[in-house]
């Protein structure tokens, strides 16, 4: 009698812990409270929460770490954009980007212009490092270029300057969202002092040994090698020094973040 | 409150109209086990179906440093052509390969069918947004970690583990025995019953134990921790590594939860939930 009873109550319990499953969303509402502005707030909250810890354990300037040839990625995944289009970057593309120039601009003293031949000739720095994609892979690649802080240092920012602003050539559709499809935009990203004058974030135009290729971002691009990889902007035409990002186009800092990205991508 | 922190046993053994002693009532769970037991609970919830909606946007797990679509994965989840052109489900796991249309790789929602690797009814949110997704586990394992903290600090400082959880030599002589009794669905009954069992220490440490593990991993995946903490990233074997464990470990914890809640319905549901919300347990009366 007594088994009897455990195993219908054991069948309840299957089912029970069954009925749990379905719907999570459901449960908590937690789909309609996704798109509460209040909620949102909150979790806003927990990212600069996020930011903070992060930026008081990472205050010595850590590098990320590097890694040996042997293991770069055979084949080093392109991502969100693989070509700008458009005919002024196909002409470019076919001079060899001779004529591509970098803007440093902003809050600096000396606004800076420089070409790739010219980026080339300054003292560079190479390093194997691992691309984190925020949708969860990783490829390890071999970027040269040149520390993003020798070129501020020459353009003399003033110190009222909070961000480093990065505007690229490439317009990039958005992806599924809240049950739609987010606008297309011209990229842009932007990181703050303390990743601007890290000595492993790079104006890189090499990628394992080679100069960089139309997908992975040619003629330029950006290295930020302790965040995530949409904050390593490619096809770079100018760099902007601003004490806000607001105004700038969606005003959150970035392509990504317009969208609902975490600005701080070291997680 | 002071009620709370009487001795035990807090009342007679009842009596049921037929006169029959139904057991007497002890004070089971501390408040502070209480508390923290509902926001864990919460907390693993939602950053279960969140972490679904992560894992969709790029459902292949691999092991070591690096890994992309170019690279081999022990695990992934897609949806592929099918016999007539119609996608199918298909999720691999090493050699295996298994058609999960309907749910894993080809699911639908209101009628309307989709490739996703999780299906809507099991993600936080139910739609595809990498985005929200992660605000929403991130904001919880904040949760989830000063919660853990705060269930860890008190219970050792309380003797909590030592006293409750931390098995005894007697306790794991009677594993085999403890183990026949769960298969056989027997629950332990009088002064047997006021303490937890082997079974019970074990699994409640072995989930402090993957809970950990999970920050861990977790922590991880984050490039700005591994710069902080590299050897987090020998520890578990590089980063995707990392991401396989934090999956696997994830995936233990609901296999916990799944059989915590059977044991709850058998050992008696509204006995054992009520302990879990009052404190207040009822022993049953010695079986003869």
Same mark, same amino acid.
Not at chain 1, 10 to 24: I, R, T, V
Not at chain 1, 109 to 138: F, K, M, N, Y
Not at chain 2, 28 to 56: E, M, P, Y
């Given at each position: 009698?007594?088994?009897?009873?455990r195993?219908?109550s054991?069948?309840?319990?299957?089912?029970?812990?069954?009925?749990?499953?379905?719907?999570?969303s459901?449960?908590?509402?937690?789909?309609?409270?996704?798109?509460?502005?209040?909620?949102?707030?909150?979790?806003?909250?927990?990212?600069?929460?996020?930011?903070?810890?992060?930026?008081?354990?990472?205050?010595?300037?850590?590098?990320?770490?590097?890694?040996?040839?042997?293991?770069?990625?055979?084949?080093?995944?392109?991502?969100?954009?693989?070509?700008?289009?458009?005919?002024?970057?196909?002409?470019?593309?076919?001079?060899?980007?001779?004529?591509?120039?970098?803007?440093?601009?902003?809050?600096?003293?000396?606004?800076?212009?420089? $070409?790739?031949?010219?980026?080339?000739?300054?003292?560079?720095?190479?390093?194997?490092?691992?691309?984190?994609?925020?949708?969860?892979?990783?490829?390890?690649?071999?970027?040269?270029?040149?520390?993003?802080?020798?070129?501020?240092?020459?353009?003399?920012?003033?110190?009222?300057?909070?961000?480093?602003v990065?505007y690229?050539?490439?317009?990039?559709?958005?992806?599924?969202?809240?049950?739609?499809?987010?606008?297309?935009?011209?990229?842009?990203? $932007?990181?703050?002092?303390?990743?601007a004058?890290?000595?492993?974030?790079?104006?890189?135009?090499?990628?394992?040994?080679?100069?960089?290729?139309?997908?992975?971002?040619?003629?330029l691009?950006?290295?930020?090698?302790?965040?995530?990889?949409?904050?390593?902007?490619?096809?770079?035409?100018?760099?902007?020094?601003?004490?806000?990002?607001?105004?700038?186009?969606?005003?959150?800092?970035?392509?990504?973040?317009d969208?609902?990205?975490?600005?701080?991508?070291?997680? | 409150?002071?009620?709370?922190?009487?001795?035990?046993?807090?009342?007679?053994?009842?009596?049921t109209?037929?006169?029959?002693?139904?057991?007497?009532?002890?004070?089971?769970?501390?408040?502070?086990?209480?508390?923290?037991?509902?926001?864990?609970?919460?907390?693993?919830?939602?950053?279960?179906?969140?972490?679904?909606?992560?894992?969709?946007a790029?459902?292949?797990?691999?092991?070591?440093?690096?890994?992309?679509?170019?690279?081999?994965?022990?695990l992934?989840?897609?949806?592929?052509?099918?016999?007539?052109?119609?996608?199918?489900?298909?999720?691999?796991?090493?050699?295996?390969?298994?058609?999960?249309?309907?749910?894993?790789?080809?699911?639908?929602?209101?009628?309307?069918?989709?490739?996703?690797?999780?299906?809507?009814?099991?993600?936080?949110?139910?739609?595809?947004?990498?985005?929200?997704?992660?605000?929403?586990?991130?904001?919880?394992?904040?949760?989830?970690?000063?919660?853990?903290?705060?269930?860890?600090?008190?219970?050792l400082?309380?003797?909590?583990?030592?006293r409750d959880?931390?098995?005894?030599?007697?306790?794991?002589?009677?594993?085999?025995?403890?183990?026949?009794?769960?298969?056989?669905?027997?629950h332990?009954t009088?002064?047997?019953?006021?303490?937890?069992?082997?079974?019970?220490?074990?699994?409640?440490?072995?989930?402090?134990?993957?809970?950990?593990?999970?920050?861990?991993?977790?922590?991880?995946?984050?490039?700005?921790?591994?710069?902080?903490?590299?050897?987090?990233?020998?520890?578990?074997?590089?980063?995707?590594?990392?991401?396989?464990?934090?999956?696997?470990?994830?995936?233990?914890?609901?296999?916990?939860?799944?059989?915590?809640?059977?044991?709850?319905?058998?050992?008696?549901?509204?006995?054992?939930?009520?302990?879990?919300?009052?404190?207040?347990?009822?022993?049953?009366?010695?079986?003869?």
């Open positions: 009698m007594t088994l009897i009873t195993r219908s054991l069948a309840a319990g299957l089912a029970g812990s069954g009925l749990l499953l379905p719907g999570c459901r449960i908590f509402g937690a789909t309609a409270l996704t798109g509460n502005a209040a909620f949102q707030h909150v979790l806003g909250f927990a990212q600069r929460w996020t930011l903070h810890t992060q930026r008081f354990l990472l205050g010595g300037g850590q590098l990320a770490r590097q890694f040996r040839p042997s293991d770069i990625s055979a084949t080093f995944k392109a991502n969100g954009t693989l070509h700008p289009g458009g005919e002024a970057y196909a002409q470019a593309a076919g001079e060899a980007f001779a004529d591509w120039r970098l803007a440093i601009d902003g809050m600096v003293a000396r606004p800076l212009s420089l $070409s790739v031949a010219e980026l080339r000739g300054l003292p560079a720095r190479t390093q194997i490092t691992r691309h984190d994609c925020v949708e969860g892979w990783s490829a390890i690649g071999q970027w040269t270029g040149v520390p993003l802080g020798l070129l501020l240092k020459a353009a003399v920012v003033l110190p009222a300057a909070r961000y480093a990065f690229c050539a490439d317009n990039l559709e958005g992806e599924p969202a809240k049950g739609g499809e987010q606008a297309p935009g011209q990229y842009y990203e $932007s990181i703050d002092m303390d990743d004058f890290h000595p492993q974030t790079l104006i890189a135009y090499a990628m394992n040994g080679r100069l960089l290729d139309v997908p992975h971002g040619a003629p691009r950006l290295r930020v090698e302790r965040q995530l990889g949409y904050k390593s902007a490619k096809y770079l035409q100018r760099i902007r020094l601003t004490d806000t990002l607001a105004g700038i186009n969606g005003g959150r800092g970035g392509y990504w973040e969208r609902g990205y975490e600005w701080y991508a070291g997680i | 409150m002071s009620a709370e922190v009487s001795q035990e046993p807090l009342a007679a053994p009842a009596r109209k037929r006169g029959h002693a139904r057991g007497e009532v002890i004070y089971r769970h501390a408040f502070l086990v209480r508390l923290t037991h509902w926001l864990n609970a919460l907390a693993i919830f939602i950053l279960v179906g969140s972490g679904l909606n992560i894992f969709n790029h459902p292949r797990l691999y092991w070591g440093s690096k890994g992309d679509q170019y690279d081999p994965a022990w992934s989840i897609d949806s592929l052509a099918g016999p007539h052109g119609l996608p199918r489900g298909v999720t691999r796991i090493g050699w295996l390969r298994f058609d999960t249309t309907g749910v894993l790789g080809w699911s639908h929602s209101h009628g309307h069918w989709m490739a996703r690797a999780w299906p809507t009814w099991i993600t936080i949110p139910r739609f595809q947004d990498l985005a929200d997704a992660r605000h929403w586990h991130f904001m919880f394992a904040w949760i989830l970690v000063i919660n853990g903290l705060a269930y860890l600090a008190w219970s400082l309380a003797r909590h583990v030592q959880l931390w098995p005894t030599e007697s306790d794991l002589e009677a594993i085999p025995r403890s183990a026949l009794d769960h298969l056989r669905l027997k332990p009088g002064e047997e019953a006021k303490r937890y069992n082997v079974l019970q220490r074990l699994a409640y440490l072995g989930l402090i134990l993957l809970v950990i593990g999970m920050v861990m991993t977790g922590l991880t995946l984050s490039p700005g921790i591994d710069a902080f903490a590299p050897w987090l990233l020998d520890v578990f074997g590089g980063r995707q590594s990392a991401r396989s464990l934090h999956f696997i470990f994830a995936s233990l914890i609901v296999f916990f939860i799944v059989v915590h809640l059977i044991e709850v319905v058998l050992a008696g549901p509204i006995n054992e939930v009520r302990s879990m919300i009052t404190g207040r347990y009822t022993v049953r009366p010695e079986r003869r």
